[in-house]
């Protein structure tokens, strides 16, 4: 879908449109009021062979293909020329036409190319704007520098048209959502899955405590995919920030003892998912806090080792149908699974690099790789949403599998 902003390079947007069609692309053009200034409908109704959107409220229109579904029905937006107005209105949230309610109603990433004056583009309130829309998942391409209509020059013209198709194959081709369908509804439906997430605290005083970088997103994204599969889902988690996922048993917990007693009382399942980053060790923890002595030596503190929460339930007598570990790696990613793979029992690893740089942890992305006692399926870097959503098809898919070969 592309959606044309109110600029004198709208006419670029035309061009835009017969280069996609001739590599076999289906565009659908939605108009804002004031690109209808710049270029007429009728020439994209010619370019594209379909009607042209352009009015929220158009009884014809939304009786046709309302509004919500012509926002969903794409593979990609594009939004070329993506005015600084057009830009404030879509980072706000705000939809006062055909073209923002899209913007906010979609389920599909947007690729802003931007085109505004280059003073418009550099003030701070635009970078705000663009920061949060990248934020929110948004791509973007250009601006290009160069001399603008209004003969001033700078960074603020829209990219070429060229540009702009290869940055469409790129998102096409790397996308966290195009080339995957939403959970399916009912592909769990009476099932049990547990899923633990977030990081464990290990106390050392009644103030500090042992903890790790993980930030339950991927957990809480398998837990909600797997509810929307029909699956109930009890989900463990340490502490996060982060909003119980809607349709899931929520429990809370601190240490990785406590939840193994939360696993254990969770069980008999179909699946267990352990996507939690459970501490290693911890320390036997002090009743009081352990005070600064000026001149002291620093404390030391022996290590217990914790309980191995996932090679307990992969060894349990009520053992669920599918045991799923994660591995979270800095080095030998792969090599390093496969031996976590068989020295836990489980019958999958999810493994991932969170070496520095890899933004991984607290991060909104996952490059991931499913490891089997078959073999290793790689995916490409993904939204974690996107993750979950593959993770729980395959595990349907397995769990279907099983059932029918006894």
Not at 86 to 100: I, K, P, S, V
Not at 282 to 303: D, W
């Amino acid at each position: 879908m592309l959606v044309v902003g109110g600029g004198i390079a709208a006419y670029k947007s035309l061009d835009l449109v017969r280069r996609l069609r001739e590599r076999g692309a289906r565009v659908r053009v939605v108009m804002t009021a004031a690109a209808k200034e710049f270029v007429t409908p009728l020439a994209f109704v010619s370019l594209a062979g379909e009607k042209v959107y352009d009015d929220l409220f158009s009884a014809t229109d939304e009786h046709e293909m309302g509004h919500i579904q012509l926002s969903r029905d794409a593979d990609l937006i594009v939004v070329a020329p993506a005015t600084a107005h057009l830009l404030a209105r879509a980072a706000q949230g705000l939809c006062d036409d055909l073209a923002t309610t899209l913007l906010l109603a979609t389920d599909k990433r947007a690729l802003y190319a931007p085109a505004m004056n280059l003073r418009m583009w550099l003030a701070p309130a635009t970078r705000r704007n663009v920061a949060t829309l990248k934020s929110d998942g948004a791509l973007f391409v250009g601006p290009n520098s160069g001399e603008m209509a209004c003969g001033e020059y700078g960074p603020g013209r829209m990219a070429e048209p060229l540009e702009i198709v290869a940055a469409i194959e790129q998102a096409l081709e790397s996308d966290t959502r195009l080339s995957l369908p939403a959970v399916e509804p009912g592909a769990l439906a009476g099932r049990h899955v547990v899923v633990t997430s977030g990081p464990t605290h290990e106390a050392i005083d009644p103030v500090r405590y042992i903890a790790n970088r993980s930030s339950g997103k991927q957990g809480h994204a398998i837990a909600a995919a797997a509810a929307i599969a029909g699956a109930r889902v009890t989900l463990i988690c340490g502490p996060v920030m982060l909003p119980d996922p809607p349709g899931c048993d929520v429990i809370h917990v601190e240490s990785a003892r406590d939840m193994l007693a939360a696993v254990e009382q969770a069980l008999p399942a179909d699946v267990f998912v352990g996507a939690a980053a459970v501490a290693d060790w911890r320390v036997e923890a002090a009743t009081q806090k352990i005070k600064k002595e000026q001149g002291a030596e620093a404390p030391s503190f022996a290590l217990v080792e914790n309980p191995d929460i996932l090679a307990s339930v992969a060894r349990a007598q009520n053992r669920p149908r599918l045991v799923v570990g994660f591995a979270a790696e800095t080095t030998n990613v792969i090599a390093h699974a496969r031996e976590k793979l068989a020295r836990k029992g489980c019958d999958l690893i999810v493994a991932n690099d969170v070496s520095e740089g890899s933004g991984v942890f607290g991060g909104d992305e996952n490059e991931a790789h499913l490891v089997s006692p078959i073999g290793v399926e790689s995916w490409p870097r993904l939204r974690k949403e996107a993750v979950a959503e593959r993770l729980v098809a395959r595990l349907a898919e397995i769990l279907n599998e099983k059932e029918a070969a006894e």
